[in-house]
């Protein structure tokens, strides 16, 4: 009996740690072809700074990417990530976004955000990014993509 009940309990413990470990992926961010590179990666080869460059506010770390990265035919310019590690006023929404500038059709990117749950939107010229201002990128269209747990529901 004790030994049922020894295996059940583990059994339990290494499933619960399991899932806790998948929860802390956000959606979207990985290593395979299909998938943004991970923070980790992206610092490890040299795409974004350690810390956060451009701002550290509230739960979002803001960073310009410090050589050219392309997602889906897009040029990625700006990366955020917003998580919560401790409790310092309301409304984290945890995950990613990347604001990128256009350079060929959108649908690849589209369908990257539909599977992930995710959404685009377009920055105007005049507006920023977590305090980064829009206007100071090259002429361009510059588009949002973001896969924060809000998006989850904006994206049904």
Known sequence: MKKILFFSLLSILSSYSFAADNSSVYRGLGTS???F????????QGFIAKKANISRADYNDVYKLKKPYQF???NVVLISDEYMSEYVGCCVSEGWGAVFKQTSNLKL???FAKTNQCNISPKEPDSDYYG?????LPKGNYYELSCRERDVN???
């Open 109 to 111: 990117i589209q369908q």
């Open 132 to 136: 980064f201002k829009i206007s100071s």
């Open 33 to 35: 072809n299909h998938d």
């Open 72 to 74: 889906m035919g897009q």
């Open 37 to 44: 590179l991970n923070f980790k990666t992206l610092k490890q």
């Open 154 to 156: 904006e994206s049904e």
